[in-house]
């Protein structure tokens, strides 16, 4: 498993929107502080109240110049399902082969009930304009996260 520290360059990798398009990374952050957070899945609790957190202050973060994206397995149709269920504004990007997810070390694994299995840890990155990690958020609890990101991003100011 690899994994991304501070300093580090986000690694080119590709995405595919949630109406189906391709999106590049770093290419779809250039220019601008962006964050890229990392969910286990569309439509469950916690995976939903943080997107509805995110979209809450996605204002905010538009005033700052800090773009969003969030990123699951879930597929494109799923991540329009979901916006369009809770009104979401956060675009939603989907890691079909993982490939992100492993590069920066947020598929591992999990247990539930004694048992073992792979799966995403709930995690967010904050890069700079240049694409550099300026911060790593692990193994993130929802309440109050996407403010906390919120302070983070302001920071870089």
Request: glycine letters at 8%; one cysteine or more; charged letters at 25%.
């Amino acid at each position: 498993m690899m994994s991304i520290e501070q300093g580090d360059a986000l690694p080119k990798n590709a995405l595919v929107a949630a109406d189906g398009s391709a999106l590049a990374l770093p290419e779809w952050g250039a220019g601008a502080p962006f964050v890229l957070y990392f969910y286990p899945k569309d439509d469950t609790s916690g995976c939903t109240r943080e997107a509805q957190d995110f979209t809450a202050l996605m204002p905010e973060f538009d005033a700052l110049g800090v773009k969003l994206l969030g990123i699951s397995k879930d597929p494109p149709a799923k991540h329009q399902k979901f916006t369009a269920k809770y009104d979401l504004t956060v675009p939603l990007a989907t890691d079909e082969n993982g490939a992100l997810m492993e590069a920066l070390g947020v598929w591992v694994e999990k247990s539930m009930y004694g048992k073992k299995y792979m799966g995403i840890e709930r995690s967010t990155f904050l890069f700079d304009a240049a694409g550099t990690l300026v911060r790593a958020w692990r193994k993130v609890k929802v309440p109050g996260h996407a403010a906390e990101v919120l302070e983070a991003a302001k920071a870089l100011g």
